[in-house]
């Protein structure tokens, strides 16, 4: 095949961002829903030539930074688990349980929302700059902050009340008060976490990605300094932990606006001379198609995330739960590292195939993304071996007990392979969204994680009597099959297509922001 493609000499790939769209098109009109007319692809786009080999260069460019932001993200939570990990002894199994059960409301009902309703701007921010439409940023940005605004209301009063949540499910009285006052202050963070991702997203799709990994780096060491200072140097204690997490993430868009102002990239997200008050009002007639992506998006998050939760409470079910759960965690936790590179990979293909689709290029948007998800490949191949090769040390370094290391060897083939479909899965995903199919998405994840993998889980686990490699070869058959869907809706897409609707996401109805 002939991977040969030509594009747009103002593509952001050749020399960024352009503040014209229609450069390099011979437009006709075209009928949009309303009936006005939009200029769209009757012939094609004048492009210069790309390959596959390019394209892959290109990709790990903008993904190395985003690798060390993405695992930047999760190092809070870590964090927490150690620093309440190294309180009291006598409370400390207490203050790491109820934290652990925080966490897990916190992720499902919080964070798993938030991350999953701004998937929408995946699509809607790099097909704008691709388009030279930076002034529609704006408008994304304020429908944005109306969404999670509104989202953040029954997020606070799920996690307002967890203890009494936590009590209704059986949980002990003890702990579901402690994760119950831990998840109050916690939650408090989350505003200044939806804000900065606001931000980011927009950044981002501008090609603006190492600034933000200096920003999360210096966030990270201020969160180990004021947790530990304000958990064992304060009267708060163990909600200390919570507190100085709430006051990093809080912290988080203001230092993202401190570098605006010293590059103030942000002045291009609004047309000159807007009218604040009009602007707001196209903001909301936005909202249907922010969440006509985000509400999808949220799905095909929280699903794939609740399936891991019941996965990981089966494991508890099984003859030896201590013991398969501490391997369980061990295995999560992995994951998450190599996840980390997984996700940084798939959003560095999400915002240069959203570029490509916004700037016309549908051709250089199939390299694109084959060119993803063969650096996937060889990448996960590699993150495979080497832990393979490592199995007999990995462990050690998380476990003393004899009998889960030798626990932990048993599902070793089983998560290697989880770890390859896992990355193809994410890459698959980020593919869905820079092209603004996440209906799809959450439609084939319901399907790989309810309808086979959970209940393979299920058959594997308890009626073959396979453990906890049971769980994880359930879990990676699901997968497997999800990522084979994809991997058909990926190569049957008719890309001209999609790169038809950037074009209406950037033109219809959205020119009318007031100048």
């Known amino acids: 095949m002939d991977n040969t493609v030509v594009h747009s000499p103002l593509s952001p790939l050749a020399h960024g961002p352009t503040t014209s769209p229609t450069v390099g098109f011979v437009r006709v009109p075209t009928p949009d829903s309303k009936g006005n007319t939009i200029d769209m692809e009757s012939t094609a786009p004048v492009e210069t030539p790309t390959t596959l080999w390019k394209e892959v260069k290109a990709n790990f460019v903008l993904a190395f930074p985003l690798i060390l932001s993405s695992g930047l993200m999760f190092i809070p939570f870590t964090t927490s688990t150690v620093l309440i990990g190294h309180m009291d002894l006598d409370v400390t199994s207490a203050y790491i349980a109820a934290s652990s059960l925080s966490g897990l409301v916190m992720s499902l009902t919080g964070v798993s929302v938030v991350i999953g309703l701004l998937s929408a701007l995946d699509t809607l921010c790099p097909q704008a700059v691709g388009a030279g439409k930076l002034h529609h940023l704006g408008m994304y940005f304020q429908s944005g902050l109306i969404v999670m605004s509104l989202a953040c209301i029954p997020i606070f009063i799920l996690n307002w009340n967890v203890e009494a949540i936590l009590i209704a499910l059986n949980q002990e009285h003890e702990i579901a008060a402690l994760a119950g006052e831990f998840n109050k202050y916690a939650i408090l963070g989350l505003p200044g976490f939806i804000l900065y991702e606001l931000m980011q997203k927009g950044l981002q799709a501008q090609g603006i990605v190492t600034q933000m990994v200096w920003i999360s780096a210096i966030d990270n060491v201020l969160n180990i ?226 309808v086979v993998g959970l209940p393979l889980v299920g058959l594997f686990a308890f009626q073959f009597e396979w453990g906890l490699q049971g769980t994880w070869l359930g879990l990676s058959v699901g997968l497997t099959l999800g990522v084979g869907a994809y991997l058909v809706i990926i190569y049957r897409s008719d890309w001209q297509a999609r790169a038809d609707e950037a074009i209406l996401r950037n033109e219809d109805e959205k020119d009318d922001i007031v100048e």
């Open 225 to 450: 300094g004021l947790g530990y200072w304000l958990g064992y140097h304060t009267s708060f204690g163990f909600v200390g932990v919570a507190l100085g997490r709430t006051i990093c993430y809080n912290l988080l868009p203001v230092f993202a606006y401190m570098y605006m102002l010293w590059n103030p990239v942000h002045k291009l997200w609004w047309p000159e001379n807007h009218s604040w008050m009009a602007q707001w009002q196209t903001a909301w007639k936005h909202i249907p198609e922010f969440l006509k992506l985000g509400v999808p998006g949220m799905i095909m998050t929280m699903v794939e995330q609740l399936a891991f939760d019941a996965a990981s409470i089966t494991v508890g079910w099984l003859p030896s739960a201590v013991l398969s759960l501490a391997v369980h965690n061990v295995l999560l936790t992995i994951n998450v590292i190599v996840y980390s590179i997984s996700i940084g990979v798939g959003t560095a293909c999400c915002i240069r195939l959203g570029n490509a689709l916004g700037a016309n290029e549908p051709n250089r948007a199939r390299v694109i993304s084959n060119a993803s998800l063969g650096a996937t490949v060889g990448i996960v191949l590699v993150v495979a071996a080497v832990f393979v090769a490592s199995h007999r040390y990995v462990p050690g370094l998380f476990l003393n007990d004899p009998d889960a290391i030798e626990a932990f060897q048993g599902v070793v083939a089983i998560f290697a392979g989880f770890i390859v479909v896992d990355g193809l899965n994410s890459t698959s995903q980020s593919i869905l969204r820079g092209m603004g199919q996440l209906t799809i998405g959450a439609i084939v994840n319901a399907v790989a994680f309810y």
